[in-house]
């Protein structure tokens, strides 16, 4: 669900404390992109990066030079096995790169929540329904602290790989009982709640707690496997695109990544078939494995005599339903991406 923003709230306060004091200026509107976009301004994209621009103004921070730094293209983030397809500065504002760039910053977090883009790995602080899973977190993160060597450097490579593994080892006595896959992808305080899920939900739970811990955590994607994508899929064109198994990394200041990974029970190895994704990546990921989900749960229904069966056809009603807004979701964050190789 979508909690309430509590930046709305401070909008709100400060028109009331507006009120009161006419004389001061309005703010001066925020300039237009320096550079073009690769998408309309009342696209969703372009309505979220409009606001990412008004925070980014009333911060006084340089629009254009952070635009020349969004504009970077997507080589290490290709979502392929093989050669990445490198597309480079091309003096252009993609959708992909304003997504990287929202979903890698937590300051845009509510903003991305207020546009109805999916945050499955980050819990909304105003929504009542995931306090209970914040307290959790944090509670781990606070017993994983207790006994850490004195001789650590708050935010060297020693301490965070100490502590991300007392995290880790935290988190997986209360994961290892869970159930088998959620029967639909869900949202990681969701999918704790429900004490269900696979790599996807699990990788979540862990991210957010490393994320709460700030020892910079990423995501890492395995592109061993191919989702059975339907039929369905190929409407947001992006056919061909492998997500594979999802694990949490702790980058080093050596180059190398340290995998954390709650589905396979591995931490600190070393995975050669592993690289490392954006954010937004692991976002699109959780809306392709709802449709998958979505998919199956409508094959099952079908499958069944309806005859006289109202509930049953109510059900299959409202799962195509969810699925026709998951795929509008799924197209608004793809329909730009860069050709991915096919994995033949």
């Not at 509590?6 to 009331?16: C, D, K, M, R």
């Not at 880790?168 to 009982?177: A, P």
């Amino acid at each position: 669900m979508w909690g309430f923003s509590p930046y709305l709230s401070e909008i709100g306060a400060s028109l009331v404390f507006m009120a009161g004091c006419s004389t001061l200026p309005p703010p001066n509107p925020p300039p237009s992109s320096s550079l073009p976009t690769d998408f309309s301004p009342d696209s969703p994209v372009g309505e979220l990066w409009s606001d990412i621009q008004t925070e980014l103004h009333r911060e006084n921070k340089d629009l254009s030079g952070i635009e020349a730094s969004i504009d970077r293209g997507y080589d290490e983030y290709a979502l392929v096995i093989a050669t990445p397809n490198i597309v480079n500065k091309s003096g252009i504002l993609e959708p992909q790169e304003v997504l990287r760039f929202a979903y890698s910053d937590q300051r845009f977090y509510s903003t991305i929540r207020r546009h109805h883009f999916p945050l499955p790995f980050a819990s909304d602080e105003s929504d009542s329904l995931s306090k209970g899973y914040r307290a959790d977190l944090d509670r781990i993160i606070v017993q994983a602290k207790e006994g850490m060597p004195s001789n650590l450097a708050i935010g060297s490579d020693s301490y965070r790989l100490e502590l991300g593994q007392r995290i880790y080892l935290g988190l997986r006595k209360i994961t290892d009982t869970f159930k088998d896959n959620c029967p639909l992808e869900l949202d990681a305080w969701a999918a704790y709640d429900k004490k269900c899920g696979a790599c996807s939900e699990k990788s979540s739970i862990l991210y957010e707690a490393y994320e709460r811990a700030k020892i910079g955590p990423v995501f890492l994607a395995q592109h061993q496997f191919r989702l059975p994508i339907s039929q369905t899929v190929d409407l947001v064109e992006s056919p061909d695109i492998a997500l594979g198994h999802i694990m949490v990394g702790l980058p080093l200041a050596s180059g190398k990544t340290t995998i954390a990974d709650l589905a396979l029970h591995r931490f600190g190895v070393e995975e050669p078939l592993a690289s490392k994704v954006d954010p937004s990546f692991a976002a699109m990921g959780h809306l392709m494995n709802r449709v998958v989900d979505l998919d199956k749960s409508m094959a099952k229904l079908n499958s069944a005599p309806k005859s006289g069966n109202g509930d049953a056809l109510s059900r299959l009603a409202k799962i195509r339903s969810e699925q026709d807004q998951t795929l509008v979701l799924l197209k608004n964050m793809t329909h730009s991406c860069p050709n991915v190789e096919k994995l033949g």
